[in-house]
């Protein structure tokens, strides 16, 4: 007997089982042990069993408790502001960067608002991350057709990149970028122009100052620990350095009652449209035209 045939056979005796009485069962046991040669206890697993075609298909995983259409405007207008923070530093942003949306552009559904501030780091992560490429750690062997058909699918397609062309083992390496408050904003060229000094000090002392110190969170490292060959650091929560001072024992409340004071009278949005303003108009200047 083939598979077919016995799908097809065990098909019929799952219905005349599920409406027989006793005896009957017993009969439609007794021939499947024979026919199949199975002991009894199989074959009245068999003969329950629903076959996985006949079920009605369930979704996989937790059900999505939130909506992109409703959560991504908000964040698309925040997450560029804050400078493109990770899913860590983001989530800590938005207790203060939220208010400030609010005030600057539009109210935000209770609900939305809620969703925003519970939101995991992984789904801050799927919002706003989009899947740009996929990078295969081993040779193409690992790349199945399912999931080969499945990035051809998507509209923009997965692209599957190298590192290197023509080295199928060369694993994806990401550079870390490291510079300092200044280099995101100016840049790495040398400004000999006078003009531009006072301008830039201006900036860093003023609107970039607020926007850096008091909306902006941080991670600070705690401590390290040694786990076999590698040391593993151990950052403490994402915070803005006034929410340190805040949570500080040693600082006096005369100087948290000045930072609450001075954060409250902060909107991080338009700080950071007015450090993009002072740019454009330090720019020509450092390029060697006045304005």
């Known amino acids: 007997m083939n598979h077919l045939t016995r799908q097809e056979v065990l098909a019929r005796w ?24 199975s002991h009894h206890q199989a074959a009245i697993r068999v003969l329950r069993t629903t076959p996985a075609s006949a079920r009605a298909p369930s979704a996989r995983g937790r059900p999505r408790t939130y909506r992109p259409d409703k959560l991504l405007p908000p ?31 539009r109210r935000l559904d209770p609900n939305v608002r809620q969703a925003l501030l519970s939101a995991s780091r992984a789904t801050l992560d799927r919002l706003l991350q989009p899947l740009r490429g996929l990078d295969s750690d081993h ?72 926007l850096l110190n008091y909306c902006l969170p941080t991670l600070k490292l705690e401590g390290k620990q040694r786990v076999g060959s590698k040391v ?5 929560p994402a915070q803005t350095p006034p929410a340190r001072a805040l949570a500080c024992a040693k600082v006096s409340e005369a100087t948290k009652a000045r930072l609450r004071a001075e954060r409250a009278g902060l909107n991080a ?15 020509p200047v450092r390029q060697g035209t006045q304005t």
């Open 139 to 210: 040779g193409g062997e690992f790349i199945t057709p399912p999931l080969q058909r499945y990035c051809a699918t998507q509209q923009p397609k997965i692209p599957f990149p190298r590192s290197r062309a023509g080295q199928k083992n060369d694993q994806a390496h990401i550079e870390q970028k490291n510079f300092t408050q200044v280099r995101p904003w100016f840049g790495y060229a040398r400004d000999e122009a006078p003009e531009v000094w006072p301008r830039a000090d201006a900036l860093c002392r003023g609107p970039l100052h607020q």
């Open 14 to 37: 799952r219905r005349r089982y599920a409406r027989a009485g006793r005896r009957y069962k017993a009969q439609l046991l007794d021939q499947a042990i024979e026919l199949f040669g």
């Open 269 to 283: 949005l338009a700080w950071r449209r007015e450090v993009d303003r002072r740019l454009r108009e330090i720019e």
């Open 232 to 236: 593993v650091r151990q950052d403490g």
């Open 75 to 105: 964040l698309k207008a925040i997450w560029p502001a804050a400078l493109q923070p990770c899913s860590l530093r983001l989530h800590a942003c938005l207790p203060d960067w939220l208010p400030d949306y609010e005030a600057d552009q």
